[in-house]
C-alpha cells in the first residue's frame, strides 16, 4: 500500500488558500470606487498588506 504524500497535500492546500485570498482581494478591489486624475485617467489606490503593523524585536537582555 503507498504511503500519503502530506508535502503534496499541503502544499495544495496552500495553493488553493493562496487563490482565495487572491480572489477575495480582486474582489475587494473591483468594488472599490475609481478616482479620476484631472489629466481623465483613472486612479486606483491599493493598500499594502503590511501597512499599518509595526515590527518590534525583542533582544535578549544578558544577566
Known sequence: M???NYKFDK???D???KKKQDE???KKLSNKPV???PDG???VETTDA???VEATTDTPSSP
Do not use: H, S, Y
Open 2 to 4: 503507498a504511503k500519503p
Open 41 to 43: 485617467t483613472d486612479v
Open 15 to 17: 495553493i488553493a488558500k
Open 11 to 13: 502544499r495544495q492546500r
Open 50 to 52: 503590511a501597512e499599518g
Open 35 to 37: 478616482a479620476k486624475n
Open 24 to 26: 477575495k482581494l480582486q
